[in-house]
């Protein structure tokens, strides 16, 4: 459950990504959210749900949106899905959700991101401990020079909620695999 400093942040990073140069002008906000499938049910459904509120209080623009649900299952299988934003806060797309063993690498996320959603305006990762990074220089340039900056990233295990960029989950992935 997201506690009031996690929502907090939440709206000043999507603020942050959202006033990005050139991002969001405007009319119906494209955003896409990646759950990882190693995430156990419950922390899903309710986080998604509490995410799905807190954005819709937080701003107008979030009334109307076009959302992207990508279910990252392992590296070979990312599923796509167009699914109202109001889905979300009543946890009915997740009624069908398996937790799911698999490697899942930020190189595999990024080049799907790349390929299908590079359009939308804001990328939320919901991401477990497991998600590693294979090819430092391959991430780099799939998450340059949008991707890195209009997606944000929630680890399950984030002691404080906060949010990453994605330039800077590059960098923690980088310094994980050096140790």
Known sequence: MMNL??????????????????NYAGGILEMTLV??????????????????????????????????LVLFKCDERLENQVIPFSFLQMSS????????????????????????HARSKLILVLAGES??????????ENMAPFLGKKSLFLFQGAINGSWLR?????????QREEL
């Not at 400093?5 to 050139?22: D, P, S, T, Y």
């Not at 994605?166 to 980088?174: H, I, S, T």
């Open 93 to 116: 797309c997740f009624e069908e959700y398996q937790e799911q063993q698999g490697k899942r690498t930020l190189d595999a996320l990024s080049a799907n991101l790349k390929l299908f």
């Open 5 to 22: 400093i996690m929502k907090k942040n939440l709206n000043n990073a999507v603020e942050q990504v959202l006033h990005v140069k050139g």
């Open 131 to 140: 998600l590693t990074m294979e090819d430092p220089q391959k991430v780099h």
């Open 35 to 68: 759950i990882d499938c190693g995430l156990p049910k419950a922390y899903v459904a309710e986080t998604a749900a509490d995410l799905a509120a807190t954005l819709r209080s937080h701003s107008e623009v979030f009334r109307n949106v076009r959302l992207n």
């Open 166 to 174: 994605g330039d800077a989950v590059e960098r923690l992935l980088a």
